[in-house]
């Protein structure tokens, strides 16, 4: 009940398109739900985040929709550009993030000319 | 922008051995974290840390591990007898009450 399911496991988007990364889970305490932006050698590095209580959140090019009644939530990387290739995690946690995460399987992104 | 700093970057040890894995966390955060990755693998939770004492820790966190903080700035991870499955990156990480993870850059370790 405390996983976090995420896909596709890879993907391959051509500069300008979108993409979008799925998650869903089951743990309905969950009430925080953070991206992470992972390059090589690094820590994951917090995208944006967001919580149950709205349905969409964004902050640029990056786009969290959020449905709760299907447990499911999903980043969407608008006008991708090379540099956006990385790993993207999906991740949860109770008490509004002050838990510990439950981080999904992971997502490599290659942007293609 | 305030850091989280691991060190080393990497760490080969032999199986068997002691390891220590170090990190100094942002400076007014309370809340401190140890996290893995296995090659390839998702993110794992290893233990939560909060004044002074472990506050919450996984199955993987077992007898051979530990974690401390010495002198109120290193908080450091030590496995006791390192096996060739701990081989992973090792992530720490710290927060303050309100605010979302920030983590360090990783320490690699090889058990050979």
């Known amino acids: 009940q405390q996983q976090v399911k995420q896909s596709p496991q890879s993907l391959i988007v051509q500069k300008g398109g979108i993409s979008i990364i799925n998650c869903a889970y089951e743990n309905t305490a969950f009430d925080y739900f953070p991206w992470y932006q992972q390059f090589p050698g690094k820590g994951p590095a917090l995208l944006i985040a967001?919580?149950?209580?709205?349905s969409e959140k964004k902050e640029g090019r990056f786009t969290i929709s959020f449905n709760k009644s299907a447990k499911q939530f999903s980043l969407h990387i608008m006008d991708s550009q090379p540099g956006d290739s990385a790993t993207y995690f999906c991740?949860?946690?109770?008490?509004?993030?002050?838990?510990?995460?439950?981080f999904g399987t992971g997502t490599r992104l290659t942007i293609i000319p | 922008e305030p850091e989280v700093t691991q060190t080393p970057s990497h760490q080969v040890t032999q199986m068997g051995q002691e390891v220590i894995l170090r990190c100094v966390p942002i400076s007014n955060h309370l809340y401190f974290y140890w996290y893995r990755q296995i090659l390839g693998q998702k993110v794992e939770f290893l233990v939560s840390f909060y004044n002074n004492e472990i506050s919450e820790k996984s199955e993987i966190f077992d007898d051979q591990f530990s974690v401390e903080r010495p002198d109120g700035s290193n908080f450091t991870l030590k496995i006791r007898s390192t096996k060739l499955e701990d081989s992973a990156m090792y992530f720490c990480?710290?927060?303050?009450?309100?605010?979302?993870?920030?983590f360090g850059s990783g320490t690699r370790l090889t058990v050979v």
């Open positions: 991740a949860a946690s109770t008490n509004f993030g002050n838990e510990k995460l439950t």
């Open positions: 967001i919580r149950p209580d709205v």
């Open positions: 990480a710290s927060r303050t009450p309100a605010g979302g993870y920030t």
